[in-house]
């Protein structure tokens, strides 16, 4: 990928000196979802891992990562961040609160860094893939180093 069309996290990335692949697909507009971008890349809909944005009623603003076939656990996620109610971010409000659109909403680089979870599995995996930070492109890179640069930490947010 050229200089010019790195987008923000790739740059974080590369500042903070953490390796990762980027990979690229055609844009569906029509369909966003994880899973189809995990069979246009030929990967495990469970190596994937897609980017929530919740506001909690106590402690505001989480980011919750989870395989892309996953379903989210509000009431895990409420506990885990030391809030009574979470839910999610409304998608009109998710470009002004991090910087980035439906389908291209990446951890890193957001306008501030959020209290951030990624679902336990993960920290057993060499690497997962997570949104780059644009439609189009996902990043390929170890869930340990994420989770340590995001201050982050690994959780149970699904539900079972």
Known sequence: MGKE???????????AKISYEEREYPVDENDLSGV???????????SMYKTLVLKGDKTGYLVILIPVAEELDLKKCAKLSGNKKVEML?????????GYIRG??????????????VQEEARERESFIISAGRRGAQLVLSPKELVSFLQGEFA????K
Not at 5 to 15: F, P, W
Not at 104 to 117: D, E, H, N, R, Y
């Open 156 to 159: 149970d947010c699904i539900q």
């Open 5 to 15: 069309t790195k987008t923000n996290a790739c740059r974080i990335l590369d500042k």
């Open 90 to 98: 409304p998608m009109k409000d998710l470009l002004g609160i991090t």
């Open 36 to 46: 189809h971008v995990a069979e246009l890349l030929g990967v495990p809909p469970e």
């Open 104 to 117: 291209g909403c990446s951890p890193v680089g957001m306008k501030k860094l959020f209290p951030t979870f």
